[in-house]
């Protein structure tokens, strides 16, 4: 396994998968693409982009359903940063593909985050410090959220599926997607395995075998999944 010790390269790419066609957010995506839902007034996508670290200087933005509107509305710039734009042609293939989307255009270390989950500024900025990292969130019952299997030495181990979980609950630290990765992780993908809805978390997992990835607990993770999602993240957001 190679070391996380070495002298670290500056982050200045984030991939952002929002692709999706939120089926289980209907009737509110039916004319609007999930990332564009508001909460407390705003965007999804757009808290997300005004939380991420001051050096990053490209988002990188994979998009599918009503991906014109999310071009219109953020252009070619926005907050600073240049946004740049690929088209997964079959968001039901799953978020594995839409990262492979962004491949040709990234360099070196890179973040990635998921279009539909909040995360905190001061998170987000504490994966930089890392040389690889994977975001997690302590939960007491995740649910159908994976989990993060760590080793003895706290670096990820693996990540194990959300339909592995008993159907009593179980608590531990869920994977929530942010990461902090390099295009090393694009060598793990075959053609056995490409098309295969779950190939992001078999990349991570290949990818910690060969590589420290340190994990690093967010103390905010606001996940939209379904309609009720929205009125609970702005309690959160607001201070209820």
């Not at 190679?2 to 670290?8: E, L």
């Not at 979980?165 to 793990?188: M, Q, R």
């Amino acid at each position: 396994m190679q070391s996380n010790i070495f002298a670290q390269s500056s982050i200045v790419q984030c991939v952002i998968l929002a692709a999706g066609l939120g089926s289980r957010m209907m009737p509110l995506t039916q004319n609007t693409p999930k990332p564009l839902l508001r909460v407390s007034g705003k965007p999804i996508l757009e808290h997300i982009i005004t939380a991420l670290p001051q050096e990053i200087e490209e988002v990188v933005l994979v998009v599918g359903y009503k991906g014109e509107v999310i071009r219109e509305y953020f252009g070619d710039f926005y907050c600073g940063k240049k946004m740049t734009y690929y088209e997964q042609t079959h968001p039901a293939a799953g978020s594995g593909v839409a990262l492979l989307c962004a491949k040709d255009i990234l360099q070196g270390r890179f973040m990635f985050l998921y279009g539909d989950d909040i995360l905190g500024r001061e998170g987000l900025d504490e994966l930089t410090n890392h040389q690889y990292a994977v975001s997690t969130y302590f939960m007491e019952n995740l649910g159908r959220f994976g989990s993060v299997m760590q080793n003895e030495d706290g670096t990820m181990n693996k990540i194990m599926l959300g339909r592995y979980n008993p159907p009593e609950g179980k608590s531990g630290f869920a994977y929530i997607g942010g990461a902090v990765l390099d295009t090393n992780i694009f060598s793990y993908v075959n053609e056995s395995n490409r098309c295969d809805e779950t190939l992001l978390i078999d990349l991570l997992n290949a990818f910690a075998k060969e590589y420290e990835m340190s994990v690093v607990e967010q103390e905010m993770w606001l996940p939209i999944g379904f309609p009720e999602d929205i009125e609970k993240a702005e309690a959160v957001l607001n201070g209820q």
